[in-house]
């Protein structure tokens, strides 16, 4: 079974730039979780969605969106880049929503970077 | 103050060791207790989960979690090279707010043969 894919890997943007990641969770899970990951903060969560709903959200900003489609792959947009938006992205699929009760299963991640 | 403190480390061992690593936290409200083990430049993969109080027992690696102490510990019995990695605790609760899963820094471990 094919694990969660992310792409691209890594990315270089500038200030005020958009970006945009993709997610490709594992073939029946339903839900996806976005997750920015710094040494500074570690990991903190972005938003979940679950059959193209989004059922919870983090303490970001609105330039930091998402979406999922029918067949379940997710993107997240972020529009603006700032230079503390340099992070590590993963992307986390599970069976069912909640990441408390059902396993969450990571993609290697997006690194950006921001100059 | 963070609702989950992990000392990030790092942590070096000689291989056998007995390792011992720890997260506390101040909201009452979580349930839900996961060790996470990432590996550079890979995503977290799940290691242990544990549903409220107790001791959780996994081959090498022993879960336990004190909600009266805000407390929870994973513990790596004879430690391998291939044990090293980052550690991230993570918890959640079961009602509105609580449902997402907060993490902490995560602790390096280095386990030299």
């Known amino acids: 079974k094919a694990g969660v894919t992310q792409t691209p890997r890594y990315l270089i943007k500038t200030r005020g730039q958009q970006v945009t990641l993709s997610c490709s969770p594992i073939?029946?899970?339903?839900?996806v979780s976005w997750y920015q990951q710094t040494p500074g903060q570690g990991l903190q969560f972005l938003f979940e969605?679950?059959?193209?709903?989004?059922?919870n959200k983090g303490n970001f900003p609105g330039r930091f969106s998402g979406r999922q489609f029918s067949n379940s792959r997710s993107e997240m947009n972020v529009s603006t880049l700032e230079l503390g938006d340099s992070a590590l992205y993963l992307c986390?699929?599970?069976?069912?929503?909640?990441?408390?009760?059902?396993?969450?299963?990571f993609g290697p991640g997006t690194r950006l970077t921001v100059l | 103050q963070k609702e989950v403190e992990q000392d990030p480390g790092p942590l070096s061992v000689p291989e056998g060791a007995i390792v011992s690593l720890n997260c506390t936290y101040s909201?009452?409200?979580?349930?839900?207790f996961m060790w996470y083990r990432q590996y550079s430049r890979k995503g977290p993969e799940l290691l242990m989960y544990?549903?409220s109080s107790g001791n959780k027992e996994d081959g090498r690696f022993t879960a336990q979690v004190d909600k009266s102490s805000k407390y929870i510990s994973l513990f790596i019995r004879d430690s391998q090279p291939s044990d090293s990695a980052t550690y991230l605790c993570?918890?959640?609760?079961?009602?509105?707010?609580?449902?997402?899963?907060?993490w902490g820094l995560g602790t390096s471990l280095a386990v030299n043969p």
């Open positions: 073939s029946g899970h339903r839900s």
């Open positions: 986390a699929s599970s069976l069912g929503s909640w990441a408390g009760y059902n396993e969450q299963f």
């Open positions: 544990t549903y």
């Open positions: 969605y679950f059959s193209e709903t989004q059922r």
């Open positions: 993570a918890m959640a609760g079961s009602a509105g707010n609580n449902r997402k899963l907060i």
């Open positions: 909201n009452s409200a979580f349930q839900y």
